[in-house]
Structures are given as C-alpha cells and as structure tokens.
C-alpha cells in the first residue's frame, strides 16, 4: 500500500475518533424511534420482562389521538409508552438523564421497574436523571402518560383540544458527573440600547452541577461566536465547585463592538459556546443561540425594536395539524412559523400555552417576533370540575395552593427553556382568565400578580403580559395588573380599554368562520367597527384569530377560524395578507372543469431526516385535461408504493368531499414521515383520473429492509365520541358583545357578565339602538333568557344569526305597550346560530333600555 493512501485512511478513521471524543463530552441521542405503545392503564408495565409484543409501533412525537381530524372529542385517560435502550460500561460513568420537550400532561417515569421522575404540566419540558437506575447491556424505559382533567393543574379550562400523549421531542442525554445543567445558559446584552447597538458585554449566568463525590476546581470558558464561526469575545473564570452541588456563576465579556442585530428584517443569531475544563481536559459543552437587540414598549406611542418603531401585524398559532393533532414534527413547526412570514406578519401569538422549543427557535431563525404565553386559561360553558370548561382558577378551596403552584411552575419552566430567544418580546401570564366561576375572580386577580412578580424575578430584560384581558369591566378589570394588556375581539372597541395607560395590544381580532377556499377579504372582524385595523398611536399592534384552523372542544365550527385549513393549505384571506403586506399578487383560483389527471407535490425529496424531527408536506390538486387546477373534488388516495414511511392513518390516506379526512377545491393535503432511511414511492389515485407519484429520501436512521423492519401500524380513522347525544348549557357569559352606542359606564358587556346589578344602556339620543351577543360557539338554541334592570314597556326585535349577516328574527315586539322585566323567548329551530341581537328601534317616550343579562340556552350538537 502506498503511503499516501495509508495516511489517508489513517486520517479518515481517526477524524470520527476525534469527533467521537468530543461528541464524548455531551453526547444527545435522539430518543424518538423503535418505541411501543398501548391506550389504557396496565399493571406492572413499567417492569423489564413486561411482554409488549402485542403493543403499537410507534415513533415520536406521538399522540393518543392518532388520527385526529378536528373532532370536538378526544380519548382521555392512560397511554403507556415502552422503548429499549443499550448503555455501555463507558456510558454508566456519565450522568444519565432523559430530557422531553413535552408530555401531555402528567408523566411518570421508570426505568427498568423503578420510577425515576414525574412531571405534571403539558407544555413545558423537563429533565430526568436516570442514572441510579441505569444498567449496562439492554434497559428499558416505560412512561405512564395520563390527559385527565386535573382540579389543581392548569390549565383547568380552554377551548382548545388536549389530547395525550409523549408528543414531542425525546432525547436520551450522557454527561460528565460535573456538567452544565439542563437549560442552564443565560444571556443577556444590558448595554445595547443605552449604546444605541453600538456596543454592548456579554453577560453569561451559567449553572453549574457537580455530582463528583469532592469539591473541585474549573475553568469556564464562554465564547460569542459570530455566524462564519469567528470568536468575537470571550472570558474565562476559574471556579471551585462543592460536592454535590450546582452552583450558578457569573460572567461578562469583554465588549462586543458593533454587533448585527436581530429583527424580523434581518434575524441574525449569534452562538454562546460554554466550555467548562478540568485541569486541561474538556469535559463539557454547549451552544446556546442568542440575538443582538433591545426592545422597548411604550403605553403612548406602541413597541419599538433597537429603537424604531415596529406596529405587530400578527397572528395567533395553535400547534395542532391535521392527521397527527398535537404531535408535529420540528419541520412541521417550521412550516408554520414560515407560512405566516410569507405573508407578511411579523409576529405570533403562541396561543395558550409555550410552544415547542422547535417552534420557538423556527421564529428566532426565520424572523418572527414571539409572544409566549403561559396555560393559565379559561373558556366559555359549564365552570363545574370535570372537563376543560371548568372554572379558569379553582371553585374548591383546597385546591387553591397546588393549583397555583402548577401555574407558577410552568411559567418558570417556559421562562428557563425559552429565554435566550431574541424573538420573544414578552412573557404573557394568561388568556381570558376572567371565564371563572364568579366567586374565584378574587383568586385570578391574586394569583396573576403572583405569576407578575415571578416573572420579573426570572427576567428583568422582558414585561410580563395580561392576555385576554377585556374582562370584567369596570373596578374589576385585571388589564393593569401586568405591565402589558392583550385584549381580545371586543375588547378593542370596548370604552373601558382605549388609551389605558400602559403598553397595549389587540391580542385577538377576527373571529371568522370559513371554509376553504374562503372569501379573498382580511377578516377584520371586530376591527372593522372603528377602523381599528388602520391601528392607533398608543397600541403596539394587532394578532388576527387564527392563523391556522385547529381542533377545539367546541367543535369544527369554532376551529375553522384560520387562514390557513387545517391540512395547511391557505384560504383566500391568507392570500389578501400576503397581497396586502408583501405584495404577492395571489395565484389564479381553481375554476369549474372536468377532472382529467392529478398532480402531487412535495415540500421537500431529499435529505429527510427518519428521526422524527422531520416530514415532507403532500399536496394533491385535481387538474383538467390542459393543467388547470379545477374546483372539482373526487375521492383521492395517497398509498405508498415502495419503502419505508407513515402517513397518520398509516401506509395510506383517503380523502373524500364533505369528509373529515377531506379533499375540498380541487386540493388536499397532510405531512409524511418516516423513521426508516431509504427511498419512498407515495401514488395519488383518483377513479377514472391519471394518477401522479413522488419519490421521497430519507436520511439519519437504519435502512428500510422489507418484512424484516418494523412494518406500519395501519389506524383506520374514526371520529372519537366521548359520549352519546347532545351537550346542553348555557351560552354568552363574558363573551364578545357590541352595541350601537353606551352611556357612559353602561358599556354592553354589562349585558352579559354574570351580574344582575350592572347593566347596558345605550345614549338617549340612540332611537335605532341594537345590541348584539357573539356566543364564539354554534349552539342549536332553545331559549333567550332576557332580563331588564327594571320594569318597562319594551319595543324590541330579537333576531339570531350564524355568520352575522343574515338574521333570522325570533321575536317582534315592535308594538309592546305592556310592561315587563324579563322574558323568556323560546326558539323553534333546529339551525346552529353564533349572534344574537336585540334592536330596539323606537323608545322615544318610553323608558330608555336597561338591559341588565342575556342568557342563551341551548346544546352543542355533536
């Protein structure tokens, strides 16, 4: 053999020694293949020899309700998780631990039979250390997940859906016995805006854990590193640690001069590079990503970013996708966070709860400013214990303490995980907490300066958020308890809210309910009252309700609020915002035609990562005989021809019209993972039609190998149904109203807040005065329970209506000349209506409407 040639493959195998060696220092596997599951509570499998053979494959992320298809109901109760592991001799010298992105929402942990941990809160990752419990050769790690509704975990109520599930990211992580702690990197750049981004120290506060049986000396080195990978500054500290303690060091760079700074413009991120030595030897790293910037918020004149003024054009983000629900890829948070980049906004509203690290590192990369909003929530309907309407803060007292400590605990947890995102602008505490029972308002408003305080305590460079704030009204109102209000549909408009004195934003607007394609129009919706959404001087902005279509407790009517469906594809009004901001002319419209061929699209073909980070989105359109794309919309079957992969409901889908799984104008949709390496044939078919196949890459894990891998688990789709029949109850507490005018105090949500003493009135020179309830729900209505302040003879036309356009009157009392105070209006109608209005067109000599509650009676149909 020639000497170069020996050099050479010398030089190859020691180059992956070398990594290896480094690699050493922090190893992280991911964590998300080759697991088992079952639906239920079984005893005793948490056991090594527990026989799973009959349990699903699956690999993460993973949801109890795979496939899920915007159904109001979702399998709640126990799901069990099992996968097998090998460590080596080398591996037990390390820590152990196992870090999860997020379980919904009570895990229990155990590693060969023992438990190891547990964490209760759906949205926040957590750590366990498996160490003790770890062996050498073959483990096993089991995990007992539950999504039943809890009395003292929040959130106690939302109108989301909360389906269980291990359904994000899982990592198996070996470290040094002295280590930097899991998220324990804090940056921060306190000189940048008094320097105008001129110059700024970097400041480092950096936890250190040693599990070593002595006290020990250290070196730490932090490192900024630009994005060519050059070390702009740097410091060093040398520090003794305890026995068995973590210990938190400070530190501070030497100046960084004229850094690039983060914007939606231009989001250029920065590398923090903590290297902790002993004596010589390197025994840990980590990367932290950091931008450059400062922000500011002003009550009068809105938000600025590195000190210009920036107006938030915004949209609110649930985190659900068709088929898969909660448990979405990194790619698939990605897509989002670009989807609504492209068309122009520049900020999202995580709504309700923190979202994936993946999500938040996709704004920080892609250039989306953050709002990052903590579980404490609460929605409309019964506020009974027991299901996710309950009462936001809890009706018992005893569950008073716990119930707050798990509020304040995922607070701080969001705050550790995410607070090196330069994309995130503030920590929001809630959303429409005041959806309680009317005796606990004492607690929410108690409990939401507790979470303020804390939050100034863990971050003094961010404010702290009252989101859904627009109620109660009045002396009750809890707008101003935080540092930023965040008020929802009508509270744009509401008297009450307007210039309140503190930094401000329209946290929700819009509210429509559409179908794809939708109409070609930006939804204004309770904006369009004042001409809000030509914004004000003293607000920072606005977030449309919603970006996307999700799954909610209520139903596809209340889910079908996005501009973009659920399968992610955009309707019109996506369109009009990208036209509207970006000016992108949208494309032409699917017309009319005869069905000849389809054409399938894939978001990417190479290069996708098996390991449950990553998918490819499949687009299907129905095309004419010239190539046109056509409104028509036959049945469509997506099927794997060759190779590994899944899609939700397993090796294929079937999407049909009016459908859950659904094909509607000429196109459909969902995302495709595998976690095998190889090359995937997908065929559409359509009966009669040409079909169309894609050829897909996938990359990082063990190669496909027919009937030996582990094949696809096929899960026919059916629509959950918690129970049978229809859910009866009571509509329009503290939901949005609107009134043609108010006297001064009396505005019209006085009509609908729960109190018998406060009331709406509207100006006496009002003669054509209507007031209208938006119930944000489609009950089939079986009375209108209307109350007065007091006694008189009421000229009024009640009238419902679903899209708040066509009305269908109810009751005329036009004429009335007999006094009442109250009536009760039975409804004779199986139709679903969202608005109620009452118009009282002429009261001129009489007494001038006080009306003091509006009940709506009715059931959900299912």
Known sequence: MKREHFLLLISLFLLPLSLLAENNLRSEIKFNREWKYMRGDYSKAESKNYDDSKWENIGLPHSFSIPYFMSRDFYTGYGWYRKQFSLSGQDLSKVLSLEFDGVFQEAEIFINGEKVGTHRGGYTGFSVDITKSAKKGENIVAVRVNNLWQATLAPRGGEHVFSGGIYRNVRLVKKDNTHISWAGITVTTPELESSNGE????????????????????????????????????????????????????????????????????????????????????????????????????????????????????????????????????????????????????????SHYPHSPAFVEACDEEGVLFWSEAPFWGTAGDKSDGYWTSSAYPNRKEDCEEFEKSALDQLGEMIKIHRNSPSIIVWSMCNEPFFTSPNTMDGVKSLLKKMVNRTHELDSTRLAAIGGSQRPLGKDRIDLIGDVAGYNGDGSTIVDFQNPGIPNVVTEYGSTTSDRPGEYNPGWGDLNKDEGWKGRDWRSGQAIWCGFD???????????????????????????????????????????????????????????????????????????????EITDSPDVTLKVISGPGEFPTGSSISFRKDDDIRIQDGKAAISFRSYYSGITVVEATSKGLQSAKVSLSFIGAPLYKKG????????????????????????????????????????????????????????????????????ERWPVIDEIVIKFAQSGAYKYILEVSEDNKGWTKVKDLSDNKSLFDNQVVKVDSKEKYRFVRISFPYYDGYVIPKLSEVDVKGSLDK
């Not at 854990?209 to 000396?217: A, E, G």
């Not at 009517?557 to 659920?566: A, E, L, Q, R």
């Not at 026919?716 to 108010?742: C, D, I, M, Q, W």
Request: charged share 25%; hydrophobic share 35%.
């Open 199 to 350: 110059a700024t120290t970097v400041h480092i506060k950096s936890e250190i854990c040693n599990k070593d049986k002595s006290d020990t000396n250290f070196r730490l080195i932090s490192k900024v590193i630009d994005k060519s990978g050059k070390v702009i500054s740097k410091v060093e500290s040398n520090i003794e640690v305890p026995s068995m303690t973590t210990l938190v060091i400070y530190q501070a760079t030497p100046s960084v001069k004229s850094p690039l700074l983060w914007s939606p413009d231009s989001p250029v991120l920065y590398s923090m590079v903590s290297e902790l030595y002993k004596g010589g030897k390197l025994i840990d790293k980590e990367v932290t990503k950091f931008g450059f910037r400062w922000i500011k918020w002003s009550a009068d004149k809105g938000f600025f970013l590195n000190g210009k003024h920036l107006f938030f054009h915004g949209a609110n983000v649930h985190q659900d996708q068709a088929g898969w629900g909660d448990a979405v890829t990194e790619e698939a948070s990605r897509r989002d966070v670009r989807m609504i980049k492209e068309a122009g906004f520049n900020m999202i509203r995580g």
């Open 708 to 775: 030996i891998s582990q094949q696809v688990t096929n899960r026919p789709y059916r629509r959950y149904v918690r129970n049978k029949g229809e859910e009866a109850g009571h509509f329009g507490l503290n939901n949005p109203t609107f009134s043609t005018t108010s006297e001064s105090g009396r505005s019209s949500g006085y009509a609908c807040d729960g109190k018998a003493e406060t009331f709406w009135q509207p100006v006496s020179s009002d003669n054509n005065a209507s007031w209208t309830l938006d119930m």
């Open 550 to 628: 999700h799954g909610s407790i209520f139903g596809p009517d209340m889910g079908k609020m996005g501009m973009v469906d659920y399968f992610r594809i955009p309707k019109r009004s996506w369109y009009w915002y990208r036209n509207e901001y970006r000016h992108i002319a949208p494309p032409q419209w699917p017309v009319d035609g005869v069905p000849y061929r389809l054409a399938l699209h894939a978001s990417k073909v190479k290069n996708i990562a098996a390991d449950g980070t990553d998918d490819v989105q499949l687009t299907v359109v129905v095309l004419d005989s010239s190539g046109r």
